[in-house]
């Protein structure tokens, strides 16, 4: 028996494209990205992302300690009859935290909810949502860093005690009353946990990081997406798409449509390395996976910054990016090939990156005075 999932909650200025779908950090990226950069593909991405979701823990690659924790968990709450423990999933966009929390409840045949904190606007916009769980059911927020402080305080007594203080009235009038609740759960993900307020992080008890993922498991993610979207493509041109995608199932999916498009448009429609390779100069990604947008950052640093240590405010001002948009986005894989590094001091260049986009650190004498 598989549960059912209610996609709810998005306001269409959120996410015009598609009402009910699940808007993903890689959505948001996709409004801050500058024109014409690698991430832009087309507006449907979300529903791309649905129709290649992994539905069981079975269809998941990768993330094997995740997996074997999530399998104990669901063992568990199975043989107890109890609720599956509270949850957080935290980690970069697009690296499957929707994908877990919507894969658990149809693995226990459960339903699920799902929202997003920034949505969730004061206390009355989530309650619908904790009348409506059922028992065992799963409550799925997205971005739960950025849910306000006053419906954090309300979900505090929902998570703890399976309950609501509803305050009606005003002033002397005020009343407080008790509402009893359906023991239920809640997946929270977030990819800035640091954020998260130590009361709301100390509701969960089950905390996983997702990590990136090696080459060769993209590239079984790669070759499984293919044939579900009825491509024909080789080993070697599907380890050549998992090689840029920045160790990121997304980038993977998004990369894998656009080469299927270019040899759809351009050759017979087989995917080889040779149509991976022109059909990735015509997106500006580098072999490793550099897109323009993280040229320009670590250009930015190193001529405008003289290498570092830069703010992240500078920085942002510079490129004319939101900062949160470097912080999700761009920093954690420039951190993972080691191209920068993050003192308290800010962001530095490193060696490593300035070999590969072979420059140098301008010295005082031959200091350019701005490049963009
Ligand atoms: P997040 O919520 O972390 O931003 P998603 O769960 O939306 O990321 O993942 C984006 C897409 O990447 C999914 O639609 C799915 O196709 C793919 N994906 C993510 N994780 C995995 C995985 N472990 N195995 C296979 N595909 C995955």
């Known amino acids: 028996m598989h549960g059912r999932i209610f996609r709810s909650g998005y306001t269409t200025s959120l996410l015009p494209m598609v009402r009910e779908s699940i808007i993903s950090d890689g959505d948001n990226l996709q409004q801050d990205a500058p024109e014409g950069s690698a991430s832009q593909f087309s507006a449907d991405d979300a529903q791309f992302d649905e129709e290649l979701r992994p539905q069981l823990l079975a269809d998941v690659v990768g993330q094997h300690k995740v997996v074997e924790r999530l399998q104990i968990m669901l063992d568990a709450t199975r043989k107890r009859s109890e609720p599956l423990g509270h949850l957080l999933l935290d980690g970069p966009p697009g690296l499957g935290k929707t994908t877990f929390a919507t894969v658990l409840p149809r693995e226990l045949g459960v339903e699920c909810q799902i929202t997003s904190g920034p949505v969730l606007k004061a206390p009355k916009d989530l309650l619908p949502y904790l009348t409506n769980a059922g028992f065992g059911s799963v409550l799925f927020i997205d971005e739960i860093h950025r849910m306000p402080p006053a419906v954090e305080e309300f979900i505090y007594p929902a998570m703890e005690d399976f309950r609501v203080d509803i305050t009606l009235g005003e002033g002397l009038n005020a009343r407080t009353i008790n509402m009893a609740l359906q023991p239920f759960t809640v997946i929270g993900a977030t990819t800035r946990s640091g954020m998260l307020t130590a009361p709301l992080r100390d509701r969960f008890v089950n905390r996983l990081h997702l990590d990136f993922y090696d080459a060769s498991e993209l590239t079984q993610i ?112 420039l951190l993972k090939c080691g191209f920068i590094q993050r003192t308290p001091r800010g962001r530095m260049v490193t060696a490593k990156a300035l070999d590969h986009l072979q420059m140098a650190v301008p010295t005082k004498e031959n200091q350019q005075p701005r490049l963009f």
């Open 222 to 333: 790669v070759a499984r997406n293919a044939r579900k979207l009825r491509a024909t493509i080789n080993d070697d041109a599907a380890h050549e798409i998992a090689k840029r995608s920045r160790g990121t199932p997304r980038k993977a999916n998004n990369f894998l449509r656009w080469t299927r498009d270019y040899a759809t448009a351009r050759k017979e429609g087989h995917i080889d390395s040779a149509v991976v390779q022109q059909a990735f100069q015509m997106l500006d990604v580098d072999g490793i996976g550099l897109e323009a947008q993280d040229r320009r950052y670590l250009q930015a640093l190193v001529q405008i910054f003289t290498g570092g240590p830069a703010g992240i405010q500078a920085i942002s001002h510079s490129l004319d990016i939101p900062p949160d948009t470097l912080e999700d986005e761009i920093e954690p894989f």
